[in-house]
């Protein structure tokens, strides 16, 4: 299967830290994009390979995988970070992209 | 820095052509997979198609038969046309870049996104 699952809501308390996964075939053998997408925004990349962050993404994002899954942690979350991230990785045997759903973080 | 800048019609009637445009600025064209990516209202990002600098072309099953990515890359610019419009078709179109990197395994991601375009299907 193509498909990425993420959860559609996740929420954590300020300052808190929290984790959001993304699940699919082909991150078995590849490293999830991450996004951020905020109200009326285009999505900005948060996260690319195996943990890197574009200049200005705050250290606070990290990533990680295991197996299927691809992980996005976001240590001691602040107001800000409430948004909307969706992953996105390439199908090896399709050679298509692929988005998960999305998750709509809300920050308490 | 790249940026992308995007066009296009934003309102359309039933069973006409979608149209948009992408330049691409500060980057060269080439060794990059230039997309598209629609959003309906209130849902996730779906991506569309893309195209590299050779013209090679990928299309998502779902729209495959109504879709053309074309590229310019004398004017750096690659554009969309999506056939047989309906109401379904309604979102906000984004371009935006996708690049390969390696490390172990082969990883892919898009760094650079256009601002977006809402496009409206109605009769």
């Known amino acids: 299967s193509s498909e990425l699952t993420q959860d559609p809501a996740v929420s954590v308390a300020l300052g808190q830290t929290v984790r959001i996964t993304c699940q699919g075939d082909s991150l078995r053998s590849s490293y999830a994009g991450w996004y951020q997408q905020k109200p009326g925004q285009a999505p900005i990349l948060l996260i690319y390979g195996q943990d890197n962050r574009p200049s200005g993404i705050p250290d606070r994002f990290s990533a990680s995988r295991s197996r299927n899954t691809a992980s996005l942690t976001i240590t001691g979350a602040q107001a800000e970070d409430e948004a909307d991230y969706y992953c996105n990785s390439r199908d090896s045997s399709s050679n298509l992209w692929v988005f998960g759903g999305g998750t709509k973080l809300t920050v308490l | 820095q790249v940026q992308l800048q995007q066009w296009g019609a934003g309102l359309l009637k039933p069973s006409e052509t979608l149209s948009l445009t992408c330049a691409v600025y500060g980057e060269s064209f080439s060794g990059y997979y230039w997309s598209w990516i629609r959003q309906p209202p209130g849902k996730g990002l779906e991506w569309i198609g893309e195209?590299?600098?050779?013209?090679?072309?990928n299309y998502h099953p779902s729209v495959k038969s109504r879709v053309t990515i074309s590229v310019d890359a004398s004017k750096n610019q690659f554009s969309l046309k999506l056939s047989s419009v309906t109401a379904a078709d309604t979102a906000i179109y984004f371009c935006?870049?996708?690049?390969?990197?390696?490390?172990?395994?082969?990883?892919?991601?898009?760094?650079?996104w256009g601002k977006g375009t809402t496009v409206t299907v109605s009769s």
């Open positions: 195209i590299n600098h050779s013209g090679n072309t």
């Open positions: 935006a870049r996708g690049v390969r990197g390696v490390h172990a395994y082969y990883y892919y991601y898009m760094d650079v």
